[in-house]
């Protein structure tokens, strides 16, 4: 796509610090406006953590926007439904149309996909085609130069760039230098994960529909991915360990570890555990809410800013709308995109994001007490959270509606909406 007319200045060297879905995002939400980001990977190859991401209205619109429609649709998989199940019994307690009638692209305007993390790659990847991608760049170091920002990287590079844009993750290089601290921790929570063959799944009802089962001190998530939904990314969480040892987001577990806060629950939810080996859970950690998202000539996005509790399903999904939102306010720096402007777009920036996520990250904490309440919570306060899975959609319909790109550029002309 040819620049537009508000790329013909003097373009910021912006510099990427992370090359996973925000920063692929983002470089090619720039490239439209004739803009160039560098990208600084620290892995030797582009590759995601994780089995799966589950991206809704509010990412896939911004995705279709880029040209990356065609191509997210043929490796995708549109769930049926949204269903709310007890954990042990398997009852439907909840259940909401997605791909069925076309109820969700009728109301939020984009679809709702389940994607393997891999093939999502492939498609941000393969637009992008490796333009300004540097592989092999651990962050060192970072320091203000003037109006620039010096890197160092573990390899012995070192680059100097008028922006520096954290989209590092949760244990952020760029959050520590900007806010003089790590504020990661763990949530107490942690989680079993896999991708399971559809075929293995024999007890499995609704496979093609998202579900959540929810039960005392733990729940399962699943949904199919893959352009044949011919299999099935589950996460299922529970409370605990109390602490959190290790130093990496994975620590061992005994034999038979993963069922323990399972027990006695559907055997579909057995079966689902049981049909990959489990020798480790992943921790679940979170950012405390940041006071400041930027500093100097660096700005954080995605996980390094507001690493949240996965119970939305927003993680990736708010990162492409911070991603977009970068994007829409750089494009727009007047000719001169001296450091004054910078400190202003960044302002605004955080502006816009700060208060949609730190909402976001509340709720997915709410909504994880819900999902684990104890039968000792006795009959009322079960019958309570069983009418709030039944409004749903308008509870927080708000989340997928969200217009990132059009909240930007209003923004950009002078308007005040923000979240």
Known sequence: MPPTPSAARRAPRIAVIGGGIGGLTLALALRRHGLRAVIYEQAAELAEIGAAVALSANATRELERLGLGAALAAVSTEPTELIFRDGRSGARVAAFPVRDGGAYRERFAAPYYGVHRADLQKVLGGALAGEGLHLGHRLAALDQRGDAMALTFENGA??????????????????????????VRYSGTSAFRGVVPMGLLPSLPDPQAIQFWMGPEAHLLHYAIGGEADSVNFFAVVEGPETWTSDRWLAGIARAEHRAGFAGWH?????????????????????????RWHRGRAVLMGDSAHAMLPHHGQGANTTIEDAVTLA????????????????????????????????????????????????????????????????????????????????????????????
């Open 328 to 419: 829409e306010l750089l494009a727009e720096l007047p000719a001169a995109g001296g450091a004054c402007d910078l400190d202003r777009m960044m302002r605004r920036y955080q502006g816009l994001r700060q208060r949609r996520t730190r909402t976001i990250q509340r709720s997915a904490w709410a909504t994880n007490r819900l999902l684990h309440l104890p039968d000792t919570a006795g009959p009322e306060a079960l019958a309570r959270r069983d009418a709030r899975m039944a409004r749903f959609p308008e509870d927080f319909g708000w989340i997928h509606a969200f217009d990132a790109r059009a909240t930007a550029l209003e923004a950009a002309a002078g308007g005040s909406r923000a979240a």
């Open 158 to 183: 070192e680059v100097e760039a008028d922006l520096v844009i954290g989209g590092d993750g949760v244990r952020s290089v760029v959050r520590r230098w900007i806010t003089g601290g790590d504020k």
């Open 267 to 291: 055997p579909a939810v057995i079966e689902m555990l049981d049909a990959l080996p489990q020798s480790q859970r992943w921790g679940l950690f979170v950012t405390d809410p940041l006071r």
